[in-house]
């Protein structure tokens, strides 16, 4: 699920750039909000005004119907998002043209295209957010015009600027090989998983050594910190 406020939208309600807080906690509420309606998600991965919802191979919800998986998602995301609004925006009313966002389903063939694609999100975000905090900072602390800004950027890593979210549990992963009741109970214990938001390096291993659920799909316990 991708493509939320749009520049338009920015510059309608004055999000501070490079980053505005209150704009990342409210796509991390609705995202909250859709990893807890739906458990089938093991784990979702956002940047700025793109979330990335990750469902397992074995996961049968909705039977697989791409059209399904995304109208669900989406709609609940934007639910959220334009309820939790005044949350996070308290003193800056929604007014029309309200929010909108759209989606796509992509089926990754391994579970290490999955791992691989999330690391370069998170990439991309490292690359992306030096851009912009340095763009910025030119244009408000420098006195730089935009153009001027442009021709003195170079690219370069940058501390994370992600957010993830993901449900956390010792027992978490509906297997694919169970009765319908044992199923039940499984969906159950997921629903009452803890969900949080966390800003983590998801590219070294050991944030998948820590949850080994996430590509596995298989119930077990997080590892003790050392």
Not at 100 to 120: E, I, K, M
């Amino acid at each position: 699920m991708s493509d939320s406020p749009d520049a338009r939208m920015c510059a309608k309600y004055n999000f501070q750039k490079p980053n505005d807080r209150r704009a990342l906690d409210l796509m991390n509420v609705a995202a909250m909000a859709v990893v807890t309606d739906i458990p089938e998600i093991i784990i979702a991965y956002g940047v700025s005004d793109e979330y990335s919802f990750v469902l397992h191979k074995s996961c049968d919800l909705f039977e697989r119907r791409a059209s399904k998986l995304v109208s669900t998602i989406v709609s609940t995301f934007t639910a959220n998002y334009v309820f939790s609004w005044p949350t996070c925006f308290p003193d800056t009313p929604l007014s029309f043209p309200l929010p909108t966002f759209d989606g796509r389903a992509v089926c990754y063939p391994s579970v290490q295209n999955l791992r691989d694609y999330l690391s370069w999100r998170q990439v991309d975000c490292h690359i992306n957010n030096l851009y912009n905090t340095t763009f910025w900072s030119l244009v408000q602390l420098g006195g730089l015009d935009n153009k001027d800004a442009e021709r003195t950027l170079a690219y370069e890593l940058v501390d994370p600027g992600s957010h993830s979210v993901a449900a956390e549990m010792d027992e978490l992963a509906e297997p694919v090989t169970q009765s319908k009741s044992q199923a039940e109970k499984d969906k159950k214990r997921r629903a009452k998983a803890r969900v949080v938001v966390q800003h983590l390096d998801i590219i070294k291993d050991d944030f998948w050594d820590r949850r080994p659920w996430i590509l596995s799909n298989k119930p077990g316990k997080a590892p003790k910190e050392t």
